[in-house]
């Protein structure tokens, strides 16, 4: 059994922190201690070492990019006062993905099936942990770097895979905070991204932009972060209706593990161990139940996303302890086949739905 993770922001770390993803989590704290980066992005939770370990064996990971804001913001490095601002910086990031790949024979991009293949072959029984690759998946979380429609298809050559319209609002999408529909320009983009079996991510999406969008696109379809809102009643999170919506068009949530998205009482000021993979399952078995199957939920962590291992379960220092969150499913009653589904399988689905066969 392997783990997909539909959410991480190794580029944006990268980028605004320095962190380099192939040095473990610890080394980073040691590197981190006397400067105020764990103040600004949290204590690191993320590396290729860990990732390992814990059979991460593939990582949708995000070129992000975020409008201008008058408010203090740890994301300032990677904010944009125009489009060709934010084609620059997600150049940028995408050309960090690009060293890790070329840098690390363990790391991988994932743009084919061939690529997955290659990736998951090296996670069979009958090979050592050094024989191990990590995929990783480009994924665009806010569009405003496709400068028009039309120049998607630039993207999709360097290797995008996914595209999230909105983060707040964009020329594209009504978004978190902003509520609204897709723009006339969003409307175009899906049917571009139609042509080339992109996977839309629906998360960040406002609700009635969302819905749209779920009756417009008509290819793959995920909400990479995003919670039930059951659970934090925000517009960031998801309604039972949009749910369900998701799940008539077959597509898969991923879980974050930040706190107060698991509990929306939950604050910075609160213990960590005040949430813990009990509540995890708590959400997973609300979307089972909501969908009538386990086919539909997974684990988009979005680790080191502006949060850090403060804020995230008690069972979790890095990224290595998603691994234990089978055993929490498996005292749950959960059986091995939708165990395996919801850790890895149903991501793996909608990849194999959309990634070209080479």
């Not at 293949?117 to 998946?137: M, Y």
């Not at 974050?256 to 509990?263: A, E, Q, T």
């Not at 959400?283 to 969908?291: K, M, N, P, S």
Request: proline residues 4%; negative net charge; hydrophobic residues 40%.
């Amino acid at each position: 059994m392997i783990l997909v993770d539909a959410h991480q922001d190794i580029a944006y770390n990268a980028v605004c922190f320095g962190r380099d993803y192939r040095q473990s989590a610890l080394r980073k704290r040691q590197l981190e201690t006397s400067t105020d980066i764990p103040a600004q992005a949290g204590i690191a939770t993320l590396g290729l070492p860990e990732a390992i370990a814990g059979r991460v064996a593939v990582v949708f990971v995000t070129l992000f990019v975020a409008p201008r804001s008058p408010r203090p913001a740890p994301w300032k490095t990677v904010m944009y006062d125009d489009i060709s601002g934010a084609y620059r910086l997600a150049l940028q990031q995408m050309d960090t993905y690009q060293r890790l790949a070329d840098d690390s024979g363990q790391i991988r991009l994932i743009r084919s099936q061939v690529d997955l293949d290659s990736v998951l072959a090296t996670w069979g029984d009958d090979k050592t942990v050094k024989d191990r690759q990590q995929g990783l998946v480009i994924l665009m979380e806010n569009a405003d770097p496709i400068i028009e429609p039309r120049q998607f298809e630039e993207w999709y050559e360097r290797g995008v895979r996914i595209v999230g319209p909105a983060w707040q609002a964009s020329r594209y999408s009504a978004g978190t905070g902003a509520p609204g529909p897709l723009t006339p320009l969003g409307r175009e983009l899906l049917e571009v991204m139609a042509n080339f079996n992109a996977i839309l991510d629906l998360s960040h999406m406002a609700e009635i932009a969302f819905l749209e969008a779920l009756d417009r696109y008509t290819g793959t379809v995920i909400a990479s972060h995003s919670n039930p809102r059951h659970f934090c009643d925000t517009d960031r999170h998801l309604t039972d209706v949009m749910i369900r919506r998701l799940a008539e068009r077959d597509g898969v949530m991923g879980i974050v593990m930040l706190n107060n998205f698991l509990d929306g009482k939950w604050s910075k000021t609160d213990p960590k161990n005040a949430v813990t993979f009990s509540r995890v399952v708590d959400i997973i078995d609300h979307v089972c139940q909501l969908t009538g199957s386990a086919a539909h939920v997974g684990l988009g962590s979005d680790f080191d996303g502006g949060f850090g291992a403060e804020s995230t379960p008690a069972e979790i220092d890095t990224t290595a302890d998603l691994w234990y969150l089978g055993k929490a499913l498996r005292q749950r009653g959960y059986n091995e086949d939708d165990i395996t589904a919801i850790l890895g399988g149903n991501m793996l689905r909608k990849l194999r739905e959309s990634l070209p066969t080479r």
